[in-house]
């Protein structure tokens, strides 16, 4: 390798310079550009965390500013949007309906019976009503209804229509 002397090394060191100050020079622009670009994505997305929290903010707000009455028509035909519904082979949830007074009432058809009002019906029914009562109690789902403090009503018909029996489930009830 030839030694450089004079000009000609000075020209190479000045290419040289050049050359490590353009290199440098779009390192420090490339990571500016990177850096930049950081910072507005994470601008975006904490925009897009204020956001979501705004929304469900929005959501909660909304629920606790509805009152009991319109929260439990919700309710209702959030549950009407998947009935009728066959539950066994003799039992089929119709409907249900807010009524006033936190009432939510089911309506049930009981299929292939022709139940008469004597006294085994009417041990049957306490007894059903005994499970509905724990159901309340204790069911995860039935929380909100619990919370609003909601009346459940339990309407069952033959399949001519005609009542057979009506269960009543109270918050009152619940405490016993």
């Known amino acids: 390798m030839q030694k450089l002397e004079g000009p000609e090394k000075r020209m190479r060191n000045i290419v040289l310079a050049i050359g490590m100050v353009f290199m440098l020079g779009g390192v420090f622009v490339g990571n500016r550009a990177v850096t930049a670009a950081i910072k507005k994505r994470q601008a975006a997305n904490a925009k897009q965390a204020v956001s979501e929290e705004a929304v469900k903010a929005e959501l909660v707000n909304e629920e606790a500013s509805m009152s009991p009455e319109a929260e439990l028509e919700q309710i209702a035909a959030k549950l009407n949007e998947t009935l009728p519904r066959q539950l066994d082979a003799a039992t089929r949830l119709e409907s249900s309906s807010a009524e006033p007074g936190l009432q939510l009432h089911y309506f049930y058809t009981l299929l292939g019976t022709e139940l008469a ?36 009503v339990y309407i069952y018909k033959d399949e001519a229509g005609n009542e057979l029996a009506r269960i009543e489930i109270t918050p009152a009830d619940l405490a016993n």
């Open 117 to 152: 009002a004597d006294d085994s019906f009417a041990e049957r029914t306490n007894e059903l009503r005994t499970r509905l009562l724990e159901n309340y109690r204790d069911s995860a789902e039935m929380k909100r209804l619990r919370d609003l403090g909601v009346t459940l």
